[in-house]
């Protein structure tokens, strides 16, 4: 296992480098490097901006309009983008379901979906947790019923990310009730603004309104929708959980918070508390530990091998080490962490108390948010389960 960086993959790091400094957007960085709320647009624009590069599906194979570009290539790539404040890509459209239509779709699907997510025009959701559905996701009970050349759908989605901003989304549904739950699970297209599909948010506790409940009463979905065989869908949809949960690792992300906590701990007057340091230290060796257990699946894809399946592992240590250090930034802050007026924050204004200089008044927000990340994807005490069982044997 080698985890040194070759000189060409060095010179591919300052070549993206170069392109993120000359092409993110202001405004937008100074958001993600403060933690304040990213609008649709800011979102979509960063989206369409990779999109004319080419590099919004920068995982993407060259045969599907992507750099086909091998692992090395795009860790770099997100740790670069992630380390100069540009906003995470939405994972829905070119990171989750991409790959599926790419495995599975038919050439007209790949034809027909591929082009609107390369470009960052199409906004995907994502159908798969319901009420009484998230981590035993086999039981969900949203129905689709064939008729003729339709599918007749009818249930509900929860805990849809951003879905109301979503044109398509990608379902999971049931189209039997035969045999085991996960065997009668198919992977249905949905357009979202077709009949019978209503949006209603779930407003989180920082006042954000970044999930939703979607309902389905009667929708008409064309049967050339389905993705693969009916009751096929568990398989296609495994393959997609991998994606996500290495993607909710987010090593890169917690890479730059650590440089955010220390920058406030530093303002604050902390960083010289020795035990404080010692918690900062236990986090830093944390995320290195991370980074190379990414790194070690790098290496193990670089050379052709089979990489340990620790989809589930990096998903474990990345969330709570996202939980650590919004803790963290939130004891460093004292009290000053916790005003928050989410609309005067929008508006551009933190406050005029001490330490407002230094953006703290987001750190609520976001401590409060990222309470979410060791549930969702999986619940953690799930997936120990799952690395006990697949790991560890």
């Known amino acids: ?69 091998n692992a090395i290539q795009k860790h770099l790539f997100e740790e670069e983008c992630a380390l100069a404040g540009a906003p995470r890509i939405v994972p829905f459209g070119p990171v989750m379901v991409a790959p599926v239509i790419m495995a599975f779709g038919n050439a007209e699907q790949q034809k027909r979906f591929l082009p609107g997510i390369a470009s960052g025009e199409v906004w995907w959701s994502q159908g798969y947790s319901e009420p009484g559905s998230g981590s035993d996701l086999a039981s969900l009970k949203t129905r689709a019923e064939r008729k003729g050349d339709k599918y007749i759908v009818n249930g509900q989605k929860t805990w849809t990310t ?108 902390v960083y010289d508390d020795q035990r ?37 592992l990096l998903k474990i240590k990345g969330s709570e080490i996202q939980q650590r250090y919004s803790e963290l930034m939130m004891l460093a802050g004292g009290p000053y962490s916790v005003p928050f007026i989410l609309e005067a924050m929008e508006a551009g204004w933190q406050g005029d108390f001490p330490g407002a200089a230094t953006g703290l008044a987001p750190l609520a927000a976001t401590y409060f948010n990222l309470r979410k990340t060791t549930i969702y994807g999986g619940s953690n005490e799930v997936q120990r389960n799952i690395v006990a069982q697949t790991v560890l044997g």
């Open 162 to 269: 951003l879905g109301q901003y979503g044109d398509w989304m990608f379902n999971l549904v049931r189209t039997s009730t035969e045999g085991k739950p996960q065997t009668g699970i198919s992977f249905l297209l949905l357009d979202m603004k077709s009949p019978g599909v209503s949006v209603r948010p779930i407003i989180m506790l920082d006042g954000g309104h970044e999930v939703n409940e979607v309902f389905f009463d009667n929708v008409e979905v064309p049967a050339e929708n389905l993705i693969g065989e009916e009751n096929k869908g568990w398989t296609y949809a495994k393959h997609l959980l991998s994606h996500e949960r290495t993607n909710i690792a987010d090593v890169n992300r917690a890479k730059r918070e650590l440089e955010r906590l220390k920058r406030i701990a530093k303002a604050e007057g």
């Open 276 to 312: 404080f340091r010692d918690e900062i230290a236990k986090l830093e060796v944390d995320i290195v530990a991370l980074e190379m257990m990414v790194l070690r699946v790098l290496s193990a894809e670089k050379s052709g091998k089979n990489s340990l399946d620790v989809a589930g």
């Open 1 to 69: 296992m080698d985890l040194a960086f070759t000189p060409e993959e060095q010179q591919f790091r300052e070549d993206i480098r170069a392109w993120v400094r000359d092409n993110l957007p202001q405004d937008i960085s100074n958001k993600v490097h403060n933690n304040l709320h990213l609008t649709r647009d800011d979102m979509q624009r960063w989206a369409r901006i990779l999109g004319k590069k080419g590099w919004l599906g920068y995982g993407w194979p060259k045969q599907f309009g992507g750099p086909g570009w």
